[in-house]
């Protein structure tokens, strides 16, 4: 089973899709290398969070992702 | 104690929520409300939300326990749409029920701010050119840091 990567709001603009999927295991330099252009800059930004299976990882750096997990990549909130 | 969350992808009317939410507290002092609406901006033709299911509604089911603890509330009530909504459609309402009206009028206060600031719901504006995403809000972050 592969790993699902969900974008979310102008994440999901930025890759041309909501999710999309990879092979695992999966780390944060394995996700950058799968996130081009402007959509990884956007990842790196300090105020993007990382989530795997609906938990916040507290270090978006110590990702470590196994087969059939779910990792989101979550953009600051609208607020306003 | 009594929490009533929900994520509605149609839209509601809020006085079908409320006066049921009433009822199931008998005995309470005071019972505060808040509806958010979609407003009427120059230009803006629909507004969408975002959310993700794994999160989004979790994350607003303990925010009610957060506020329900702090402020002592007998219940909590708190539905919010997602997807498209046009100007004027109820977009949030929360309403607090408890033994004396200033808790029930902070718990509101208080759920507002953190719905708006610090739950996964992200926010595009349909205009005449398209649609475009809004950015947070240095206000956001000052609105929050009042309950810290």
């Known amino acids: ?80 | 104690m009594a929490r009533f969350v929900e994520l509605l992808t149609e839209p509601f009317n809020p006085g079908q929520f409320v006066g049921p939410f009433t009822n199931a507290h008998p005995g309470l002092g005071g019972v505060c409300t808040f509806v958010g609406e979609v407003r009427c901006d120059a230009g803006v033709e629909a507004l969408e939300l975002i959310h993700y299911e794994r999160m989004t509604l979790k994350g607003m089911q303990e925010l009610a326990d957060t506020a329900i603890a702090r402020f002592d509330l007998m219940g909590l009530l708190v539905v919010h749409r997602t997807g498209v909504m046009r100007v004027g459609e109820p977009i949030v309402l929360v309403s607090a029920a408890a033994k004396h009206r200033r808790e029930a009028i902070e718990a509101v206060d208080f759920a507002m701010d953190h719905l708006k600031s610090d739950s996964w719901f992200w926010k595009r504006e349909k205009r005449a050119d398209g649609w475009h995403w809004i950015e947070p809000r240095e206000r956001d972050h000052s609105d929050l840091a009042r309950w810290a």
């Open chain 1, 1 to 80: 089973m592969p790993i699902t990567v969900v974008f979310l709001g102008k994440l999901a603009d930025l890759a041309g899709t909501p999710e999309k999927e990879v092979e695992a295991p999966l780390d944060w330099e394995g996700l950058l290398d799968e996130l081009q252009g402007p959509l990884g800059d956007a990842a790196m930004a300090d105020r993007t969070r990382v989530a795997v299976n609906g938990e916040l990882l507290a270090d978006k750096t110590a990702l470590s992702a196994q087969d059939g997990d779910e990792v989101a990549l979550l953009p600051p909130v609208s607020g306003g």
